[in-house]
DNA sequence: ATTTGATCATTT
DNA sequence: AAATGATCAAAT
């Protein structure tokens, strides 16, 4: 089978566009285009759906440090909605670098991708299979200034944390929409830190997640049904 | 090894 | 039921 990808978009106008296409499709259609067939479990394929937009729609940073659509700054997610078009998951971002290299939220990986975002609900019913799933109506998205506000106070706050080498209080519990959480392959899996007494200790890598708080308001406020 | 794409599974 | 912590696969 071939495997069909675009160029990437070279303007919003044409992306939206693009996005505004796969609308109302299944899952086993956009497939079909692309010659694939859809699993019928996500169990070993949890990024599937992910790659399968990326493919439709032209993305071009791979798994680069770098928005989806590296010349237009736009980062594509998939967002798994139920009937109610309530967010179904949290929201992976990028990894939390450890020690810090970002010098401050409006440089940081966080902000880069979360500055302009393309939201594609993908709607996600309990016993229906996989590929009658819906692609909805995609959002062209940026935090409005309350939330880049408080975005920005979450980071710093995570941020510090892990600088001042307090992992013992960094947990998914901390901050109001970015939380951070363990990202790895498995719970084995470590970096060497300097905690906060200036010992090296181990640590499961982290990553920086978007609460479903959030991605809810932004269903909310522009989903059309 | 690391970053991407996320969802799974256990705990609360 | 929702949130947290654990995990899986591909690309480079």
Request: aromatic share 8%; charged share 20%; hydrophobic share 40%.
């Amino acid at each position: 089978m071939i495997k069909i990808k675009p160029l990437p978009p070279t303007s919003i106008e044409e992306l939206q566009q693009r996005a505004f296409t796969l609308a109302g499709k299944t899952l086993y259609q956009l497939a079909l285009e692309q010659g694939l067939c859809v699993p019928t479990t996500l169990h070993h394929a949890k990024g599937w759906i992910g790659q399968l937009l990326e493919n439709a729609l032209g993305a071009n940073a791979n798994n680069l440090d770098q928005p989806d659509f590296t010349s237009l700054g736009i980062e594509l997610k998939t967002l798994p909605i139920n009937a109610q078009g309530q967010p179904i998951e949290s929201t992976y971002i990028c990894t939390a670098p450890i020690p810090n290299r970002d010098p401050c939220f409006e440089q940081s990986r966080v902000w880069r991708k979360m500055a302009h975002m393309l939201w594609v609900p993908i709607l996600s019913l309990a016993r229906q299979p996989i590929k009658h799933r819906q692609i909805g109506t995609p959002i062209l998205w940026s935090p409005d200034p309350l939330i880049f506000h408080d975005l920005k106070q979450d980071w710093e706050e995570l941020m510090e944390l892990m600088s001042l080498g307090h992992f013992e209080d960094l947990s998914a519990h901390k901050g109001k929409y970015l939380q951070i959480r363990p990202k790895a392959a498995n719970s084995k899996t470590f970096v060497r830190v300097l905690n906060h007494e200036g010992q090296m200790i181990s640590t499961v890598p982290k990553g920086f997640y978007v609460r479903t708080l959030l991605t809810q308001r932004i269903i909310q406020e522009n989903y059309i049904t």
